[in-house]
């Protein structure tokens, strides 16, 4: 029955995971003495101590038969009555060595030694005894040694089977009442064993990690790592929180680590493509540094992975050509992206250029208050500026700030300076030769409105083109 229930049953428990344990174990003796052994057997009850991972203490206490049969003196009976009946209680301590404990998965071998006291107390001799000396009978108290090797094999969480080849040896001749130097009485067994283990460190968490070390072992985790896979992420934040394998180091296997999807990037460990682009996590982070979580980095109306697989433009640029007109909008209107001299059609007619002296007031240049920072939402404008000055070679501007009358006027000298210098460079930065454009700035001097409305204030607060040459 025993055997049947180790192939049948699925058994999680940890060998040692336990504080204490105790069971129940039968012995089939074999008496070693003068006289011929016959059938003996003990019965034994114990429990046991765990100290460390290899080392425990058992203790246990029996009762049992030490059955010789004499062969030595002239038979005095029949057969059936010359059997030598001694009762043995003995009582003893073991330290026992588990040397694979932490790596045996199913079973557990073990080594023990011990020592111990042993009541025992002769009840049958052979009838007719016709010798004085023979007809003794021993009673009193032995030490013994106990020593041997077994294997714990597991039955269930809480049970464990236990097979052992054991050796006694007594510091006493007379268990068979009967002493013949050098002679010691002792005796060998097997012995076949039920464990059961209590107040189980199974339900313990060794290693801090938010699981159980029984849940670990079902899982297959270190119980005494925290995380098992090395990936940043502990065991039971994998397991409970994020759906993760906490034995694989990147789940979803894009080449990125669990850890590093979750705190660094936030991006779905379990979804190589966390924002559905074409492009998985690990491309976008390491080969083309895009967002892993936004599927147009630069918000020019392709997806990341359309623009690298598809169109061959780069998807941190808005116009990969520099052609003033954005990616999206030319494979929108059937143009190349990779081609600056489609971005206006060839067929467009060219602005005439201005004359020398005109001036022109570039309306929609925005700054912050008090700031020469060109402000988002002009770069309209200002293209329509470096187109004109693109086309138009050989003509050289004057570009002039202009600001209302609050403030005070040195300040308003150089904050209109300033912002013409900001259009400048903006302009020299988009590739027009620097030497063609002149800046100046003339703070309030030149109003083209009233400064007593928010309406003239607003008119007085300009760029002006004008052009020189």
């Not at 011929?36 to 765990?50: C, D, H, I, N, P």
């Not at 009946?85 to 040397?99: G, H, V, Y």
């Not at 293209?383 to 002039?400: C, G, T």
């Amino acid at each position: 029955m025993c055997l049947f229930a180790l192939f049948s049953t699925k058994a999680d428990a940890q060998f040692k995971d336990y504080v204490m344990k105790g069971g129940i174990q039968y012995n089939q003796l074999m008496p070693f003495s003068e006289y011929k052994a016959s059938l003996s057997f003990l019965g034994r009850a114990y429990l046991g101590f765990e100290l460390t991972n290899l080392v425990s203490i058992e203790i246990g206490g029996g009762y049992g038969q030490y059955k010789t049969t004499d062969d030595f003196h002239p038979s005095v009976g029949s057969a059936d009555e010359q059997y030598v009946k001694t009762e043995i209680i003995p009582f003893d301590a073991r330290l026992r060595l588990s040397p694979w404990s932490r790596t045996a998965k199913n079973w557990n071998p073990y080594f023990y030694t011990g020592a111990g006291l042993t009541r025992f107390k002769v009840k049958d001799l052979p009838s007719g005894i016709i010798i004085p000396e023979y007809a003794f009978i021993a009673d009193g108290w032995t030490a013994h040694i106990p020593f041997g090797f077994g294997t714990e094999i597991k039955m269930g969480n809480n049970v464990l089977l236990d097979l052992s080849a054991n050796a006694t040896y007594t510091f006493t001749d007379m268990l068979n009442s009967f002493a013949l130097k050098p002679y010691k009485d002792a005796y060998g067994s097997l012995a076949l064993g039920l464990t059961f283990t209590g107040s189980n460190s199974g339900m313990l968490d060794n290693d801090k990690d938010g699981l159980i070390n029984m849940r670990e072992e079902e899982i297959g985790t270190d119980p005494e790592n925290p995380d098992t896979d090395g990936d940043g992420l502990k065991d039971g934040a994998e397991v409970d929180q994020y759906k993760t394998n906490p034995l694989a180091k990147d789940t979803d296997g894009e080449g990125l680590g669990d850890g590093e999807e979750v705190l660094q990037y936030s991006t779905n460990p379990l979804n190589r493509d966390s924002d559905n682009d074409k492009l998985n996590d690990y491309e976008e982070v390491k080969t083309y540094m895009t967002l892993p979580n936004d599927r147009d980095t630069e918000d020019d109306g392709l997806i990341d992975g359309d623009e690298v697989l598809t169109y061959k433009t780069n998807p941190r640029m808005i116009d990969t050509d520099l052609g003033t007109i954005g990616d999206g909008i030319e494979v929108g209107r059937g143009t190349n992206p990779l081609n600056p001299d489609d971005d206006l059609p060839i067929e467009a007619p060219r602005e005439e250029a201005i004359k020398v002296g005109a001036e022109i007031v570039l309306e929609g240049i925005n700054f912050a208050s008090g700031s020469y920072e060109i402000s988002p939402g002009s770069e309209d404008v200002l293209d329509k500026a470096y187109l004109s000055m693109r086309d138009n070679p050989a003509i050289d501007v004057e570009i002039s700030g202009h600001t209302d009358s609050r403030g005070g006027r040195e300040m308003n000298m150089n904050l209109s300076k300033n912002r013409a210098e900001s259009v400048k460079s903006y302009l020299v930065a988009k590739g027009i030769d620097g030497t063609r454009i002149e800046t100046n700035g003339y703070g309030p001097d030149q109003p083209i409105a009233t400064n007593d409305t928010d309406e003239g204030r607003l008119k007085n607060r300009r760029i002006v083109f004008k052009r020189v040459r």
